[in-house]
């Protein structure tokens, strides 16, 4: 098993959507713990990897910094955004 399925695992098992948004700290310290692994480069990559497929929803505050929360299904997301796309209604008058 590769180490995105690990972590993805352990926080589907672990209820990880329900913590909300957290910073990327808190997923660092985490995928950490769950791999036994500390080099941040490839901790990052891991965790960029799972944002770019749609697991981690992100969220921008305030203070222009980001926090993100877990999605534990990314495909439903997809659909559900093909499905509120509208297409455009031309009307004409006589």
């Keep these: 098993m590769d180490a995105m399925n690990s972590v993805i695992g352990?926080?589907?098992?672990?209820?990880?959507?329900?913590?909300g948004f957290l910073k990327y700290g808190y997923f660092k310290r985490?995928?950490?713990y769950?791999?036994?692994?500390h080099k941040d480069y490839y901790i990052r990559k891991?965790?960029?990897?799972?944002?770019?497929?749609g697991y981690f929803e992100k969220h921008s505050t305030e203070q222009k910094t980001f926090k993100y929360r877990f999605n534990?299904?990314?495909?439903?997301e997809i659909e559900k955004e093909e499905n509120n796309?509208?297409?455009p209604v031309t009307v004409?008058?006589?």
Excluded: Q, S
């Design 46 to 53: 891991i965790f960029l990897k799972m944002v770019k497929k």
């Design 92 to 94: 004409t008058f006589d």
């Design 10 to 19: 352990y926080m589907k098992h672990k209820n990880a959507e329900n913590r």
């Design 30 to 32: 985490l995928i950490c």
């Design 34 to 37: 769950i791999l036994d692994f």
């Design 72 to 76: 534990p299904t990314p495909e439903m």
């Design 85 to 87: 796309k509208r297409e």
